[in-house]
């Protein structure tokens, strides 16, 4: 299959997407207008100032500029609006399955309920469901910079909740200022509870910091785990026991985990047969999409259609989708990728091949 024949089937691949901050697909012309209404110190003029206060050289950077922009979220309809073009943006992609996380504790500390953001969140998938075939999880996210009293506090009032849209629970911020240590108690209450749990390691840290979100948090998940390639009993521990890491190219490089595309390690991953998926981590930020990642992964790793078929399977397989969805959109995803397959007069694996959960190419 030729690169543009590539293109074609990446763009009709039923897609899945794991890995995504809510506040971190604000467009650039919302995020204008929001900090235009604020009246904040920096008040940018167009789309491009925007894009530029997103240039950073490091993740302590990169915080403060996050923090600056998505500080403007400041009411209910602003979250309203920014879910909504986050699903668009999704389904321009057809990506039809999204766990995206949103970092509650920010907007309870606003004064609203968590009650109130979680419902307003949730009518407005419902809303956009109603038009658009895509299925959305919603994974509460815990900030370290937070700590860990606000941390167990917020678990407690989600399991109180029981909301049927919150799947699950996330840990997120800088891994060399809050180890997951800090953040045990939390988790063991995640963990003895229906939601499933997952954690940003191994991206400011190495290895070490994957192995504790493993055996101290017990992570169902890890996001990012990029650095989890410096340590080859980790790795191999990763394939073993089929743990899942969310990897995001883009972000990587930009946040300089690794020097360049081509050093990234997920080829080497996908290769050794770590359960790896393609995500965008924050998509406006880094200005990337799910189309763009797996482009990015075909033509830096040398991937054929065979590789982003498991690759798309992985990302059902790796979600907190329950198995009746997660039926559902591999029966989407079997039937797409034939079509496609027929329609470039490829042949690339057999029926067979495309059924087996288990091979890993």
Same mark, same amino acid.
């Given at each position: ?35 235009? +209404?604020? +009246? ?13 206060? $997103? ?28 879910? %909504? ?10 990506? +039809?399955?999204? *766990?995206?996380? #949103?970092?509650?504790?920010? $907007? !309870?500390?606003?004064?609203f309920s968590l009650k109130d953001v979680v419902d307003t969140i949730y009518d407005t998938v419902l809303a956009y469901q109603g038009e658009h075939d895509i299925k959305v999880g919603l994974v509460a996210n815990l900030l370290r910079a937070h700590g860990p009293g606000l941390a167990i506090e917020l678990v407690e009032k989600i399991l109180a909740m029981d909301h049927p849209f919150v799947v699950g629970v996330g840990l997120s911020g800088d891994e060399t200022k809050y180890p997951q240590k800090l953040f045990v108690k939390p988790f063991k209450l995640v963990n003895s509870s229906r939601l499933h749990s997952t954690v940003h390691a191994g991206e400011a840290k190495g290895a070490d910091s994957v192995w504790s979100a493993l055996f101290d948090l @017990? ?23 089929? &743990?899942?890491?969310?990897? #995001? !190219?883009?972000? %990587? ?13 997920? @080829? ?23 189309? %763009? *990642? $797996?482009? !990015? ?18 990302? &059902? ?6 198995? *009746? ?16 397959? *027929?329609?470039?007069?490829?042949? !690339?694996?057999?029926?067979?091949? &495309? ?7």
């Open positions: 299959m030729d690169q543009e024949s590539l293109i074609k089937f990446i763009k009709k691949l039923p897609k899945v997407e794991l890995h995504l901050h809510l506040e971190g697909a604000i467009r650039p012309k919302t995020a204008m207008a929001m900090m235009r +209404r604020n +009246r904040r110190s920096f008040m940018p003029e167009s789309e491009q100032d925007v894009k530029t206060y $997103y240039r950073f050289n490091n993740l302590s950077e990169f915080v403060l500029a996050m923090r600056s922009v998505t500080d403007n979220i400041t009411t209910l309809e602003d979250l309203r609006q920014i879910t %909504n073009e986050l699903l668009a943006n999704l389904t321009e992609q057809n990506v +039809r399955y999204v *766990e995206f996380d #949103c970092a509650l504790q920010k $907007y !309870i500390n606003l004064g @017990g992570a169902e998940r890890i996001d990012h785990g990029t650095r989890s390639i410096e340590d080859p009993r980790l790795v191999d521990y990763l394939v073993k026991h089929r &743990i899942p890491l969310t990897q #995001c !190219i883009t972000s %990587n490089v930009r946040l300089r985990v690794v020097d360049g595309r081509q050093a990234h390690p997920f @080829g080497e991953f996908y290769k050794r047969g770590v359960k790896v998926t393609l995500n965008t981590d924050d998509p406006q930020v880094f200005e990337t999409s799910l189309n %763009n *990642e $797996y482009i !990015i992964a075909a033509q830096k790793f040398s991937l054929d259609a065979s590789d982003l078929y498991t690759i798309a399977r992985n990302g &059902i397989d790796a979600s907190f989708a329950d198995d *009746e969805t997660k039926s559902l959109l591999t029966t989407t995803l079997d039937s797409q990728v034939k079509t496609s397959l *027929e329609e470039s007069g490829s042949v !690339i694996f057999s029926d067979a091949q &495309i059924n087996d959960p288990t091979v890993q190419r």
